[in-house]
């Protein structure tokens, strides 16, 4: 059974930085993706990013382009999200995810493995 355990969450000021990290133990069958999502409270799920593990294709959410960068390291089984510039709007719990099905897809739904979640508070 495929289990996603993230890392790396935290407390930080406007402007500042984190990584969070997401390894994957279980076998994951062909071709598939691993994103990152978030939910702030009394909001919807939103997509944040995603990558191809075969190819590194990567494709992001409007909000978060040229600050975010999602980078897979393949012999960890293991996917990081790299968050600079951060605000006060990116404040979340972040998920991370697998399309079994390898779309590159920003619909949560169609991804069927999902971890805990990390929070994320970016104060001002």
């Known amino acids: 059974q495929v289990q996603l355990v993230e890392s790396g969450g935290g407390l930080v000021q406007a402007g500042g930085s984190l990584r969070l990290s997401c390894a994957t133990s279980?076998?994951?069958?062909?071709?598939?993706?691993m994103g990152w999502f978030r939910q702030a409270p009394g909001k919807e799920r939103e997509f944040v990013a995603v990558?191809?593990?075969?190819?590194?294709?990567?494709r992001y959410a409007d909000p978060v382009k040229g600050r975010f960068t999602i980078s897979r390291v393949s012999a960890a089984n293991t996917v990081y999200l790299q968050m600079n510039s951060l605000k006060p709007e990116d404040t979340a719990v972040y998920y991370c995810?697998?399309?079994?099905?390898?779309?590159?897809?920003?619909?949560?739904?169609?991804?069927?493995?999902w971890g805990q979640g990390t929070q994320v508070t970016v104060s001002s």
């Open positions: 990558i191809n593990w075969s190819a590194g294709t990567k």
């Open positions: 995810a697998v399309d079994i099905l390898d779309r590159l897809i920003d619909y949560g739904s169609s991804y069927k493995y």
């Open positions: 279980g076998r994951i069958f062909g071709p598939y993706s």
